[in-house]
C-alpha cells in the first residue's frame, strides 16, 4: 500500500478561542498498513491555515488564514500547488475572503471556484480559480442575516461551512448562528450564489449546527450540532431539492453532565458507520446507520487520546481515522473495524501544534 500524505491545518498564533502555537501547515506520511505517522516538511510563513482543502485534480491545496477582528479588517486564503512527487507545497497567491475569521474552505463540482465560509462575519464567498491554479478577487460575496438563542454563540449569522452536495448541482452552506441549512445553486458563468427554491432548511433553535455530511448514496445528510451536542439525520431529495428531518441523536453518553461542544461528523466509504467528535467528553461517538433509513443507532464511544477533537478523517479504504486533539497538540491514528465500527488506538500518536485540519492525499487521487 503506498504512502498517503496528510496535510494539517493549524493556529500559528493567540487568538480569544485558542492559543495557536504552530508554525503553519504541516505535512505528514500516513502507512496505510500501521497508521504510523512520519514527518515530512513544515510551510512556514502561513497565518492561521486552520482549515484546508484538495483542489479535484490533486494538485493544489487551499488553505484559510482565519484572521479575526482583532488583527485585520478580513481573512484571505492562500492557494499552493503541490508537487507530484514530493506532496511539497509551493505558494501561489492569496486573495480576501471578504470577511472575517475564514474557517471552512471547499471546492465546487468543477474545480473553477474556493467557495469558503466566514465565521465571524456570517458571510460566504466565491472566489474563482485560475489556469494556473492561482485564486482570483471573489466574484460573489453572500452576507448572511438572522440570530438564534443563544445570546453568546448566536448573536448573529456565523457561517460554518460551505460546501458541494451529491452531484455538485446544489450548495450547501451551514450557519450556527441562525440554526439554518441554507441552500445554493452556483451561477458557473459568474460566481454567483444563487438561493435555492426553498432557500434553507431550519433546524431546532439553539441547535447551533455546525458541519454537515453526506451518505455515500447521496440519499441522507448528517448535522452535527455544536450547542447541543446532537446529530440531525435529514433525508434529501435531489429531484424535488429537499431535506426532511427524521432523527435526531446525542452525540454523549446518557451519564455526561460536564460542557461539550460537537464539533466533526463523518460516515465510514461503506456507509455502514457514522462517527462524530466531542470536545469536552474528548471521545469519538459511534453510530450504526440503517440502511434503509439512514437513521443512526449509538454504538458506543471511543476515547480520543487528547483533548479538544476538532477534526477527524477517514481514509479512503476506511480502515483509519485519524483525530486531531487541538487541545492537546496530538494527530491520533485509530483502526475500524470492519464488522462492528468500533475504534482502537493503534498506538501511532503524532505531537503537532493546534492540529485542527486532516486532508488525506494518495498518488492515485492525482489525475
Known amino acids: 500500500m503506498k504512502p498517503i500524505t496528510v496535510y494539517i491545518g493549524t493556529y500559528t498564533r493567540r487568538e480569544s478561542f485558542v492559543d495557536g502555537k504552530a508554525e503553519g501547515i504541516y ?17 512556514r510563513d502561513v497565518v492561521n491555515p486552520s482549515f484546508l482543502t484538495v483542489g479535484l485534480l490533486g494538485d493544489r491545496l487551499y488553505a484559510v488564514n482565519e484572521i479575526t477582528g482583532d488583527h485585520g479588517p478580513h481573512g484571505t486564503v492562500s492557494a499552493f500547488a503541490i508537487d507530484p512527487e514530493t506532496g511539497g507545497l509551493t505558494f501561489l497567491n492569496k486573495q480576501s475572503s471578504n470577511g472575517l475569521a475564514p474557517c471552512y474552505v471547499s471546492v465546487d463540482g468543477t474545480g473553477r471556484y474556493v467557495l469558503v465560509a466566514n465565521y465571524e462575519s456570517g458571510s460566504l464567498c466565491v472566489l474563482p480559480v485560475q489556469e494556473n491554479g492561482r485564486l482570483g478577487e471573489a466574484t460573489d460575496v453572500v452576507q448572511l442575516h438572522g440570530s438564534g438563542p443563544n ?17 455538485g448541482q446544489t450548495l450547501f452552506a451551514v450557519d450556527l448562528g441562525t440554526d439554518r441549512i441554507m441552500l445554493y445553486h452556483l451561477d458557473r458563468e459568474r460566481g454567483k450564489l444563487v438561493p435555492a427554491d426553498p432557500p434553507w432548511i431550519q433546524l431546532p433553535a439553539g441547535t447551533g449546527p455546525r458541519h454537515l455530511t453526506f451518505h455515500p448514496n447521496g440519499r441522507v445528510a448528517y448535522v452535527i450540532s455544536e450547542l447541543q451536542s446532537t446529530v440531525t439525520v435529514l433525508r434529501y431529495d435531489a429531484g424535488r431539492n429537499r431535506l426532511e428531518q427524521v432523527q435526531t441523536i446525542s452525540t454523549l453518553p446518557i451519564d455526561f453532565e460536564g460542557e461539550n461542544l460537537g464539533a466533526e461528523i463523518a460516515v465510514a466509504p461503506s456507509g455502514r458507520f457514522a462517527y462524530a467528535s466531542n470536545r469536552g467528553h474528548n471521545s469519538i461517538a459511534i453510530y ?80
Open 27 to 43: 505535512a505528514y506520511r500516513l502507512d496505510p498498513s500501521t497508521g504510523a505517522l512520519t514527518y515530512a516538511a513544515t510551510v
Open 288 to 367: 450504526e446507520v440503517d440502511q434503509a433509513s439512514g437513521e443512526l443507532a449509538l454504538i458506543g464511544h471511543e476515547p480520543s487520546q487528547g483533548a479538544g477533537p476538532r477534526f477527524f478523517t477517514i481514509d479512503p479504504t476506511g480502515t483509519l481515522l485519524l483525530v486531531a486533539n487541538q487541545d492537546s497538540d496530538t494527530v491520533v491514528t485509530f483502526r475500524i473495524d470492519q464488522n462492528t465500527g468500533e475504534l482502537a488506538a493503534t498506538g501511532h500518536v503524532m505531537d503537532v501544534p493546534t492540529p485542527v485540519c486532516l486532508r488525506l492525499l494518495q498518488v492515485e487521487d492525482r489525475v
Open 151 to 167: 445570546p453568546q454563540r448566536q448573536e448573529g449569522p456565523h457561517a460554518h461551512m460551505i460546501l458541494p452536495g451529491p452531484g
